[in-house]
């Protein structure tokens, strides 16, 4: 984080709950008397392909948060499974997947998420207020080999939301190195009918 250890007089870890930091570490400065505070977002993986929700809410919530549009909040729901499928033979019978909407739905879609992607990405990553993530430690333990990666939020915003919106061969989005999908799972709750957004946090141990 750029500090000198020798001026550290004190240091204190604060857990969070219910926002994108996990923690907030809170130096103090020697002779100044200064508090500063780092809010740390914190990631447990057990492999090199361990994906980690980092962000579900109902459609709804999202529409809220980004002005989504009404045909853009029907075609996420549709989706989502919480408005059913209205196509002959779909694949799944409690939703429709991106690729089974018509190309002009696909096209109309994407754009959106496109025009409106820095927003998302910082929202689901990084979050909102004094409790927003500045940094992401990754800490990864496989069988007895354990390690960890502190990166600043603007490097890991940088990197999972780099690259193109795209629809995905599962009928799923990527936005940049981000998934988003249907929540699913939950013993066939209606909780399963949320949109969730997922990383892969041990890509950031290949970021130098």
């Keep these: 984080m750029g ?3 020798d001026e550290i007089e004190y240091v204190e870890a604060i857990v969070l709950s219910g926002f994108k930091a996990d923690v907030q570490v809170q130096v103090t400065i020697k002779l100044k008397k200064a508090i500063d505070n780092e809010n740390i977002q914190v990631k447990l993986v057990s492999n ?3 994906f980690n929700q980092i962000d579900k809410r109902w459609v709804d919530k999202y529409a ?3 002005s989504i549009p009404e045909n853009i909040i029907i075609l996420l729901k549709k989706y989502t499974g919480e408005i059913s499928p209205t196509i002959k033979n779909p694949k799944d019978d409690r939703r ?3 690729n089974e909407f018509s190309k002009s739905n696909q096209d109309i879609l994407i754009s959106w998420l496109e025009e409106h992607k820095t927003l998302i990405v910082n929202d689901i990553i990084k979050g909102r207020g004094k409790f927003s993530a500045e940094w992401m430690l990754v800490a990864q333990k496989i069988e007895e080999d354990a390690k960890w990666v502190l990166k600043p939020i603007n490097i890991v915003l940088n990197h999972f939301g780099n690259g193109a919106v795209k629809i995905t061969k599962q009928g799923n989005i990527k936005i940049g190195n981000i998934t988003m999908q249907r929540k ?7 909780t399963a009918q949320m ?5 892969n946090p041990a890509e950031l141990f290949d970021k130098i």
């Design 3 to 5: 500090y000198k250890l």
């Design 184 to 190: 699913g799972g939950d013993n066939g709750r209606k």
């Design 64 to 66: 809220e948060m980004w």
């Design 48 to 50: 090199l392909k361990g």
């Design 195 to 199: 949109l969730q957004f997922k990383i």
């Design 96 to 98: 429709t997947f991106v």
